[in-house]
């Protein structure tokens, strides 16, 4: 555990270790820049797009892991700050690591409603 002063300086370091690791990372359409934005230096990253409402549909992500079996961690947001949809992360976990890859999970906005 790595205590930093916010959620971006958080994913930022978090990204700078991932990208010493091989393989992509697999991120939605609806990440808050502070989750998308560190991934793309130094990592490649694969981005799949959400339902028009901004929600997931699982069998899309699932599809993901198949077609980039690369694939070494999905990251996440916990609750979209601008919609609030609150994607299924404990079922995405298990996704991820039905196919070898971790979980990033961003719960800025998911903490203060969750326990």
Known sequence: MVFTKNTTEAINHAAQLWSKIPGKVLVSD?????????????NEVVQY???PNGTLNIEDVEEMFKTHEDI????ITGSSNVTG???PIHYLAKLAHKY???ILVDACQLIQHQK
Do not use: F
């Not at 609806?30 to 130094?42: A, K, M, Y």
């Not at 070494?72 to 990251?75: E, N, T």
């Open 85 to 87: 949809y609150k994607p």
């Open 72 to 75: 070494k961690l999905l990251a």
């Open 30 to 42: 609806i990440e808050h820049s502070s989750n998308l934005l560190p991934w793309l230096v130094g």
């Open 49 to 51: 797009r959400t339902n």
């Open 100 to 102: 070898g890859a971790m």
